[in-house]
């Protein structure tokens, strides 16, 4: 709930609107800074002389005074009439002495002002002095800087409430037009979400009342979205086209030489040929066949029959299908699943066929007798399933080739196979939101397919 | 429904006087499906349009459509469409060129009854409109199936032979009962893989031919007679 709000401030703070009205902020403030600041400098200077000034007409009126004495009563009668707080007397008798209403002492800095034992208190906020030579002694006088202080306030006070109704009136005004935008954003975001996982049918709802930047903004992924299904669906057209083009003179082939082969005798060199051609026809549909159905996959149309499937049901599925043909190969098939079922979403036929891929791999590619081990197991919330065999494996820097349509490995040219079984495996994976992946099995080769934790992301 | 023990009959004895409707716009393909057909004693029409085709199959009278889903006109998903909507229930079987991912289950959907991705071999569609016309003629729930001196008994799951039991795992069983129920007729390898797994895709192994040998070996081996027998380029059946 918590992290829910910061990641919605979090948004809103990161958004168009909200970096604007930060922006207008902090010109407003750094303007009335400017202003204010110049206006509190000039007012201050001249509060200052008017202090100095004044400090001069009263320094004037103890000159009367000719001697110490004279001028001692004139301090005290004086000092008695003021508050130190605001203005204090001192004078420093050539014998030391100090009369006045603070006590007051000349330092290599200048002039150290504290107050009388038994006095008032001191102002808090320091003195302007002034101090002059008189009667053998020392005069100083000293203006309170209080009134200066209280001028920094009040420009301060001032500054702050000229700056108040700017932040609060920018901001409120950028959050709630980052608030309308956020839901256009997230209703735009949204669509290209879906259609970056392939509903190239998702659009952005036309709002006609509105033509700003954000309404061209949907106007333009509708258009590019149009063109991605126009495209897409010219694609599916044309290999459609190609499927019905040349599978129909490849079944017209098949058609051909089933029907030749039936008119040689049986054992004859004729027949021999005859079946050869077969093999190689079906040969080639297999390949045609497995292209195609990659593309499909990897266009995502797939996804539209998309239910609960349970992996654990299809892996026993497939081990039982395969165990006695591995078994005549003097391999053991073995089968290692979780209790209970492991769901995912997905299509069940092209999951099972995933698997037997696999395993038609690790039987095709390993020496007879080499055991094969399909594991099914959950792992950080996700679900593994892995088949494992003890063949030679493949190395390290040719895995990610080995993914890669009709790629195959230098040494396995001489083996049955069209190359594309791993690649159909990868698509089925990428299909599902699963990653299939090739580790080392020390000896022999584990292929891994991870699916992610959740059911959200594959049935999205 | 006074005409279904006719069809058995005729079904049972001739093993194929079928009446069939072929529609598929491709000459070449068409020509060798009817061929095909004739040769094993069946009546086939053939149409090339998927409009013509409809109205045909409305009038009524066949034992199994074969529909190729591409077609001028109107398409095959469509055509069935609209003759299970007009409670037509003959059986169809679908043809295609295209074999996409979900096709099949879409062929089902649309209230097809069997599907076949081209190319095919002549022996694949001919089991498998064998298969659909008896389904259609056939309810019957049985509770032993016999072949010979085979008898199966589906309640008690017990297998005998000339008086001996048979010992069968549950898959094995099941592709016995399976070519039990379909005796006489040839069932392909992916037809036994689409009813025996239920998977609908063409491994590159023999996993079906080893299954079928294991099943031989325990049912045919110690006896003298060969119940199941295997149909060169085709599949495998047992003989009634």
């Known amino acids: ?460 | 429904m006074t005409t279904l023990p006719v069809r058995i009959d005729a079904a049972e004895t001739t093993k194929g006087a079928m009446k069939l409707l072929l529609i598929e716009d491709d000459p070449t393909t068409a020509a060798y499906i009817v061929k095909g057909l004739r040769e094993e004693g069946h009546v086939v029409d053939h149409l090339a349009d998927g409009r013509d085709g409809m109205v045909q199959a409305m009038a009524g009278g066949y034992d199994v459509l074969i529909v190729d889903r591409m077609l001028p006109g109107i398409d095959g998903l469509s055509l069935i469409r609209a003759l299970r909507s007009a409670k037509v229930t003959v059986p169809a079987i679908f043809l295609t060129a295209i074999g996409g991912v979900d096709d099949r289950i879409e062929g089902l959907q649309a209230g097809g009854d069997d599907y076949l991705v081209k190319p095919f071999a002549f022996g694949e569609l001919s089991a498998r409109i064998a298969v659909l016309a008896r389904r259609a003629a056939q309810p019957v729930a049985e509770t032993v199936l016999t072949a010979g001196d085979l008898s199966m008994d589906l309640i008690a799951r017990r297998v005998t032979r000339g008086g001996k039991t048979i010992d069968l795992l549950p898959r094995e069983f099941a592709l016995l009962e399976h070519l039990l129920r379909r005796k006489g007729r040839v069932q392909t390898r992916t037809m036994l893989l689409e009813s025996v797994w239920d998977l609908s895709f063409d491994p590159q192994t023999n996993v079906v031919e080893t299954h079928v040998s294991r099943l031989r070996a325990k049912v045919d081996k110690p006896f003298d007679r060969e119940l199941i027998q295997t149909v060169r380029g085709a599949g495998y059946k047992i003989e009634g």
């Open chain 1, 1 to 460: 709930m918590l992290a829910r709000l910061r990641r919605s401030l979090k948004r809103v703070a990161g958004s168009t609107p909200m970096r604007q009205a930060i922006g207008l902020v902090a010109v407003v403030a750094v303007v009335n800074l400017v202003t204010l600041g110049l206006a509190y400098v000039n007012l201050r200077k001249s509060a200052e002389e008017a202090m100095r000034a004044n400090l001069a007409q009263h320094m004037a009126g103890f000159q009367v005074a000719a001697s110490p004495g004279a001028l001692e009563i004139l301090v005290s009668a004086e000092a008695n009439a003021a508050d130190p707080a605001d203005r204090v007397f001192a004078f420093v008798a050539p014998d030391g002495r100090v009369t006045g209403n603070a006590s007051a002492a000349l330092t290599p800095n200048g002039v150290q002002i504290s107050p009388m034992p038994e006095g008032r208190p001191l102002s808090d906020y320091g003195y302007f002095p002034l101090i002059e030579r008189m009667a053998g002694g020392i005069l100083i006088l000293g203006e309170s800087r209080a009134p200066i202080h209280d001028l920094g306030e009040t420009f301060l006070a001032l500054l702050a409430l000229s700056l108040a109704p700017t932040v609060l009136i920018s901001l409120g005004a950028g959050a709630v037009i980052a608030g309308r935008a956020r839901r256009r954003v997230d209703g735009i975001e949204k669509v290209l979400g879906q259609l970056s996982q392939g509903a190239l049918e998702a659009r952005v709802p036309a709002d006609p009342d509105r033509q700003d930047d954000l309404a061209r903004i949907g106007v333009q992924v509708n258009r590019m979205a149009a063109a991605q299904q126009a495209a897409t669906e010219a694609l599916r057209q044309v290999s459609a086209d190609i499927a019905h083009d040349l599978k129909t003179p490849l079944q017209r082939m098949t058609v051909l030489l089933h029907d030749l082969r039936e008119r040689l005798p049986d054992a004859g060199e004729e027949a021999a040929m005859a079946e050869r051609a077969i093999a190689e026809a079906e040969g080639a549909v297999g390949v045609f066949h497995a292209l195609l159905q990659i593309a499909q996959i990897e266009g995502g149309g797939a996804r539209a029959g998309f239910a609960p499937v349970d992996l654990a049901a299809v892996a026993a599925e497939i081990a039982d299908l395969y165990a006695p043909a591995a078994e005549e190969e003097g391999r053991r098939l073995s089968v290692s699943l979780p209790d209970g079922p492991a769901t995912v979403i997905g299509n069940k036929g092209l999951l099972g066929q995933a698997l037997a891929n696999l395993i038609e791999n690790a039987l095709r590619h390993t020496p007879k007798g080499g055991d094969i081990e399909i594991a099914l197991r959950r792992e950080g919330g996700g679900t593994v399933l892995e088949v494992a065999d003890r063949g030679p494996g493949i190395p390290a820097e040719e895995r990610a080739n080995v993914l890669r349509r009709l790629y195959r490995l230098e040494r396995s040219r001489t083996t049955p196979g069209n190359g594309l079984g791993l690649a159909l495996v990868a698509a089925t994976a990428g299909l599902h939101g699963a990653v299939l992946s090739l580790h080392d099995n020390a000896p022999g080769l584990i292929a891994r397919l991870t699916f992610p934790g959740g059911q959200d992301r594959a049935g999205r």
